[in-house]
Nanobody
Framework: QLQLVESGGDLVQPGGSLRLSCAAS????????IGWFRQAPGKEREGVSC????????YYAESVKGRFTISRDNAKKTVYLQMNSLKPEDTGVYYC??????????????????WGQGAQVTVSS
């Protein structure tokens, strides 16, 4: 079982950058694909990015391609989401989640087993 904690959320101006971290505790972190999701007020939770267990395979939603980069450090049990060129529509609560899968990571929230508590990202001038 994993426990996940997000950090790095903040208020930032359009065009700015943030780096979110997802720190895990528990056993077997390297056995899990990790996904980042976000939820804006009144909207459904959507997949933003994910990274497979060995860090080679990744996925990005079309809306963030070229602006966001996901990475992981299995020794530190941490996954990062570098967010550049932020837009107001990137505003929301960002969650990380873990899926114990041998296969490619997924942008679907329903396949993930463990979730963090979320971090607020607000992009506004």
């Amino acid at each position: 079982q994993l426990q996940l904690v997000e950090s790095g959320g903040d208020l930032v101006q359009p065009g700015g950058s943030l780096r979110l971290s997802c720190a895990a505790s528990g056993f077997g972190f390297s056995d899990y694909a990790i996904g980042w999701f976000r939820q804006a007020p009144g909207k459904e939770r959507e997949g933003v990015s994910c990274i497979n267990r060995n860090g080679v395979g990744t996925y990005y939603a079309e809306s963030v391609k070229g602006r966001f980069t996901i990475s992981r450090d299995n020794a530190k049990k941490t996954v990062y989401l570098q967010m550049n060129s932020l837009k107001p529509e990137d505003t929301g609560v960002y969650y990380c989640a873990a899926d114990q899968t041998f296969y490619a990571c997924s942008g679907r929230p329903d396949v993930y087993d463990y979730w963090g508590q979320g971090a607020q990202v607000t992009v506004s001038s």
